[in-house]
């Protein structure tokens, strides 16, 4: 990297960037409009954590983690949302400061655990999070509605 990478949380104006990057994650053209929405929303709830990775001035990645109360856990659980690191910071430790700021929430909020999903492709990110200490203790199960 060529300097040090700062993590702030995001605001309303990052929602354009945050968009290019999960467009991107997403390979498709996701609806502006509902994602502005939703991004504002979200933003608001303190349940919700929204990063955004900064080299200098360049944004370089993001990521996200929404905390819910489940029964079956008896507490607080984390599930990271989204991360996304543009190509050329890939594998030089930007994903690593994110994943631990994700983490500091963690702690910080007392989860009773950390969570994340990642499509069956994505072997790469499988092996990343791995090393970052997550299990793959669990299969995902999807239906599409509209």
Not at 19 to 33: G, I, K, R, T
Not at 134 to 140: D, G
Request: proline share 1%; aromatic share 12%.
């Amino acid at each position: 990297m060529s300097a040090t990478i700062n993590i702030q949380r995001a605001v309303e104006s990052d929602v354009i960037t945050v968009y290019s990057f999960l467009c991107a994650l997403e390979e498709e053209q996701l609806d502006f409009n509902a994602f502005q929405e939703i991004f504002n929303r979200n933003l608001k709830n303190p349940d919700c954590h929204y990063f955004m990775a900064f080299d200098e001035a360049k944004c370089v990645g993001y990521a996200s983690v929404h905390a819910q109360w489940l029964l079956h856990h008896c507490g607080k659980v984390g599930e990271i949302q989204e991360m996304f690191v543009v190509d050329n910071y890939r594998s030089k430790g930007v994903g690593s400061v994110l994943i631990q700021e994700l983490m500091n929430v963690a702690e910080r909020e007392n989860f009773k655990i950390l969570e994340v999903t990642a499509n069956k492709k994505r072997v790469d990110t499988h092996r990343f999070y791995e090393r970052k200490g997550l299990e793959p203790t669990h299969f995902k199960f999807v239906k599409k509605y509209g």
